[in-house]
């Protein structure tokens, strides 16, 4: 399967974004998808996933009650809503996606397929 992450810019603090990460290939609802992001000088840093139905969903901590994660199998898109952005959540965000893992991973050596990366810029 192949991944195309969109959606990031540059917005003020408290502002909202929705990244989107479009799958081409077969059998795209039977994958996990995750976001990730990784900002200048740190390392990829898992933010959220979802489970094949989109009935599991997990987050890291500094993102819950800001973001939610959502899919829509029939478009093959995962989708990321970022609300009350902070300027710390500064970083390009990736989509990853495996089918091989029956649950939730939040390492990024547990995803085989990658997206190129949107970057997300937030003001103060």
């Known amino acids: 399967v192949q991944l195309q992450a969109f959606g990031g810019g540059l917005v003020q603090a408290r502002g909202s974004l929705r990244l989107s990460c479009a799958a081409c290939?077969?059998?795209?609802?039977?994958?996990?998808v995750a976001w990730f992001r990784q900002a200048p000088g740190k390392e990829r840093e898992f933010v959220a996933a979802i489970t094949w139905s989109g009935g599991s969903t997990y987050y890291a901590d500094s993102v819950k009650g800001r973001f939610t994660i959502s899919r829509d199998n029939a478009k093959n898109t995962v989708y990321l809503q970022m609300n009350m952005l902070k300027p710390e959540d500064t970083a390009v965000y990736y989509c990853a996606a495996d089918r091989t893992i029956s649950v939730i991973n939040t390492t990024p050596r547990s995803y085989g397929y990658w997206g190129q990366g949107t970057l997300v810029t937030v003001s103060s």
């Open positions: 290939g077969r059998n795209f609802r039977s994958y996990i």
